[in-house]
């Protein structure tokens, strides 16, 4: 299966992501070829769904809130997301 919104760096992956707001639960609603769409409870404002999106991947990818860092797609749905001392094999675990 080619994922596309997992790219492996020299020292962790970057995700493409597509946040989902408001949504009822948190947590993955699949995937699609460019993009893996991530529901949020956190409303898009003031940043919020932001810092809920890089909270919730370090808890479930098992690093430090630190290491997950937000490139680009501040005020998009569509985001790039770097984590830091994580593989695409530790992704593809504990994600799908």
Known sequence: ???NW???EDNGVVLT???VPRARNTGIAGTDGEWLRVQ???P?????ANEALLRWLAETLGVAKGAVELVTGTTSRIKRVRVRGCSAADVRTRLL
């Open 6 to 8: 997992l790219k492996e």
């Open 17 to 19: 992501i597509k946040v």
């Open 1 to 3: 299966m080619e994922l």
């Open 40 to 42: 949020l409870r956190a």
């Open 44 to 48: 898009p404002v003031d940043g919020k």
